[in-house]
């Protein structure tokens, strides 16, 4: 018997979670639709002025985003939960916080990619172009797979717990708030012309912070879930 | 060689058990007894470091296994109450996919025997799991046993759900690993069907 690689066992996990979704199109389906969503019903009640559509494109559609991945955090860890894998997967010979990090990569290409694909196409809805359009897919790209983290974190302290869903919600809200300041920050400072790179490089920050910080926290959430 | 010191297990205010000095030897299974609360499930997961002792420890070969971490788990094999099986993915998904994490890294020939061996005919091993019966679940989680290169194994329940054909093919799979110097333990309500020599009983009683 030999054990498997630390990359082998990562991309074991993040394989199955991936054929899990595949298999699962609707749930994956469900957030992003309600992404599209959202983002359409404020061009419909604010009116379709182009000018006021601009002004308020950044901070709805990040909104927005949130939103959909807020949304899709019950997967994570709940099904695993549920059926008994995930208590398999803490008897896993190799570090629970990287395995978590395979999961929560997964999470991310599965609910925060395509929000990131899908934004160019919403961002011309209000009126963004050129650099603003970059800027959104570019902030969505680093701040997406941060809210996954930190998402992460308050889905596995959440795990077993009746009502969970706004429970989960409420933790992680107001620990979304930097980001969703520097993302939003970053497309509405492109469109001033001033740069968003500052914004960039904060959002670059909270990543790396999240991606050393969350699997650990969130590793120690899912044992003392399982006790 | 699997042994626990002391061991004494608190859930809320109500103490489950205390000071429980088992020992056991490659060649032979553990079956913890007991009746519906008496702490079986909990001594199980404090075997397994799912769970920790409010007092005393568990050592594998001498050695604390909370110090072992990763190492410990490498040696064994645990299937709990619950299946750990996905049911989107098909019988023979799941245990490729479970095998590859814990090492065992089975061809998709073994796989199909293991399958087999569980009395699961070839035409379900496609299937997603979730048009199985919950039996066919548990022989699915079981055909884990077949694949399984591990010394230590930790069954909760196995039986459950399971038929008296079933029952006799896992016990066989049990006498074999038993026999090949591998050591078990397991929770059961059931009576192990194995020699008085291989079988050693925990009464817990709550």
């Known amino acids: 018997m030999s054990q498997p690689g630390l990359w082998e066992t990562l991309r074991g ?100 990619l395509p929000v990131v694909l899908l934004s160019p196409l919403l961002g011309l809805q209000f009126g963004l172009e050129g650099e603003a359009l970059g800027m959104l897919v570019l902030s969505l790209l680093l701040g997406t797979p941060t809210l996954s983290m930190i998402g992460s974190i308050g889905a596995a302290l959440v795990l077993g717990v009746r009502g969970s869903g706004l429970l989960v919600a409420l933790l992680v809200l107001p620990l979304y708030v930097p980001v969703l300041i520097f993302g939003a920050g970053a497309v509405t400072s492109s469109m001033a012309g001033i740069g968003g790179e500052a914004n960039l490089s904060l959002l670059g920050a909270c990543l790396v912070l999240s991606v050393f910080f969350a699997p650990w926290a969130t590793a120690s959430a899912l044992r003392i879930a399982l006790e | 060689m699997l042994q626990t010191v002391s061991l004494s297990c608190r ?82 998904e799941n245990l490729l996919l479970t095998a590859a994490l814990t090492g065992d890294r089975p061809s998709d020939a073994s796989v199909r025997d293991a399958l087999e061996a569980v009395g699961l005919k070839h035409r379900i091993h496609h299937l997603p799991t979730r048009v199985l019966s919950q039996g066919q679940k548990r022989r699915v989680a079981l055909a884990r046993l077949w694949l399984s290169t591990h010394p230590l194994w930790l069954l909760d329940e196995p039986f459950t759900s399971l038929d008296q054909a079933a029952t006799a093919l896992v016990t066989e799979r049990l006498r074999s690993h038993l026999q090949g110097g591998g050591l078990a333990v397991v929770v059961t309500h059931h009576e192990v069907a194995l020699p008085s020599e291989m079988v050693q009983r925990l009464r817990l009683d709550g």
């Not at chain 1, 019903?41 to 985003?65: K, M, S």
């Not at chain 1, 997967?89 to 925060?112: C, D, N, R, T, Y």
């Not at chain 2, 103490?15 to 000095?21: E, M, Q, T």
């Not at chain 2, 909370?66 to 064994?76: G, P």
């Open chain 1, 13 to 112: 996990i993040i394989w199955r979670d991936l054929l899990l979704a595949i298999r699962r199109r609707s749930d994956v389906a469900i957030s992003v639709l309600f992404l599209v969503i959202v983002a359409s019903l404020f061009p419909l009640g604010v009116g379709p002025e182009p000018a006021v559509l601009r002004t308020i494109a950044a901070g709805v559609l990040w909104v927005a985003a949130l939103l959909a991945c807020l949304l899709s955090l019950g997967r994570v860890f709940t099904a695993d939960y549920l059926d008994g894998v995930l208590e398999q997967m803490l008897l896993i010979a190799q570090p629970l916080p990287v395995l978590v990090a395979g999961k929560v990569f997964a999470h991310w290409v599965v609910s925060g």
């Open chain 2, 11 to 92: 859930r809320g205010d109500r103490r489950l058990f205390s000071n429980v000095n088992v020992m056991v030897q490659p060649g032979t299974v553990l079956a913890v007894v007991g009746e519906n609360g008496s702490g079986k499930t909990s001594f199980l997961r404090m075997l397994c470091n799912l769970l920790a002792p409010e007092e005393g420890a568990v050592l594998w070969h001498g050695v604390d296994i909370r110090r072992l971490k990763e190492q410990y788990c490498a040696q064994l094999t645990y299937i709990g109450h619950l299946n750990g099986i996905k049911d989107d993915l098909t019988a023979t």
